[in-house]
């Protein structure tokens, strides 16, 4: 991959003794051109190490043999960085600034709009920039980065209280971490089918609503972007009971909430029906009735709709959670 070289003085020399072995991911909340110039600037005391473009084009400033100014945490209890403040063990055990064993990575992305979603572009560079990290990690200092969710974190897991957004909760580290272990990426064939989602939006700033929401609740939750949908889900599951239990408890929290089947759901209908699946874009084949074989008003043909819910051959299909109509698989198509 093609890193341009825009050497900082915003770092520290050396690690302090440190090996790196977390990479953490932030959002500039600006543009790339103003993020490299402002971590090149003496004033700000800020870098990364690596920062990525919308279009994925990358940009060093700091060697990963130095620490850079990113991730910073304090000693000091009552300050809003303090170690002790993080939701990372690793990072509460080892009472020192975290610049010293991170490798931080800056994603060009504004909040607000994006809720820290990536373009494919650079999605595809950050999963190729961390593996290429792992490989430098590994000849500099013998050190192995596992490819999992406590080695690759995001800001807001350093920083709770300071930085809640950074990178953001759509941010895609599920998908990066296939992608950076060379799993096939396609969601239904990941090693974990069964995904409780809560919403499938075609609007980014509705879906972060509702993770907001969720996570005010106390739950987890990350976005996938799939067939042009931006998709709220709280887990994967490798069984379908663990699925359903998290399923109750979100209804109990007055949650919609679908299981998305995955690989499971097969039928035998033809190659266009086997292609819709929870979150697809559908429209109703015209004439068609409800599931149980009453009559459809009208705009109903007229309309696009997401699939909510399908179980064998019934679908469940509504805009955003909302539920129009329960009607058979085979009389719907992809829209
Ligand atoms: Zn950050």
Not at 106 to 130: K, N, P, R, V
Not at 144 to 150: E, G, K, L, Q, V
Not at 221 to 250: H, I, W
Request: aromatic residues 8%.
């Amino acid at each position: 991959m093609k890193i341009v070289q825009k050497p900082t003085s915003n770092k520290f020399n050396g690690r302090d003794g440190w090996n790196p072995d977390m990479i953490v991911c932030h959002i500039t909340e600006g543009s790339y051109a103003g993020a490299v110039s402002w971590m090149c600037n003496p004033v700000s005391q800020v870098s990364a190490h690596y920062c990525i473009s919308r279009k994925g084009e990358v940009t060093q400033l700091v060697p990963l043999t130095d620490a850079a100014w990113c991730n910073g945490t304090s000693a000091d209890a009552s300050s809003g960085v303090y170690y002790g403040k993080s939701t990372l063990k690793t990072v509460r055990d080892r009472r020192t600034n975290a610049n010293y064993y991170t490798v931080g990575i800056e994603h060009e992305g504004i909040y607000s709009q994006t809720y820290g979603a990536l373009t494919d572009a650079q999605l595809t560079a950050a999963a190729e920039l961390i593996a290429y990290i792992r490989s430098e990690v590994k000849r500099i200092y013998g050190t192995d980065i596992p490819a999992d969710r406590s080695h690759i974190v995001g800001h807001s897991e350093i920083a709770p209280v300071a930085k809640p957004h950074c990178p953001g909760s759509g941010y895609p580290f599920h998908e990066i971490i296939s992608r950076v272990k060379g799993e096939k990426t396609d969601e239904t064939s990941s090693g974990q089918p069964y995904r409780v989602q809560t919403g499938a939006f075609s609007n980014q700033e509705n879906a972060g609503r509702l993770e907001e929401k969720l996570q005010k609740k106390g739950y987890s939750t990350y976005t996938v972007v799939s067939d042009g949908l931006y998709k709220v889900q709280v887990g994967a599951y490798t069984e379908k009971k663990n699925a359903e239990a998290m399923a109750e408890k979100l209804k109990t929290d007055g949650f919609d909430v679908y299981i998305t089947p995955g690989k499971e759901r097969a039928g035998n209908a033809d190659t266009a029906e086997k292609a819709i699946q929870v979150g697809s874009r559908v429209k109703v084949k015209p004439g068609a009735g409800t599931y149980e074989g009453d009559g459809l008003a009208g705009f109903v043909y007229e309309n696009t709709y997401d699939v909510l819910e399908i179980s064998q051959d019934r679908v469940v299909i509504g805009v955003g959670t909302a539920v129009t109509a329960a009607v058979r698989i085979t009389n719907l198509y992809l829209a």
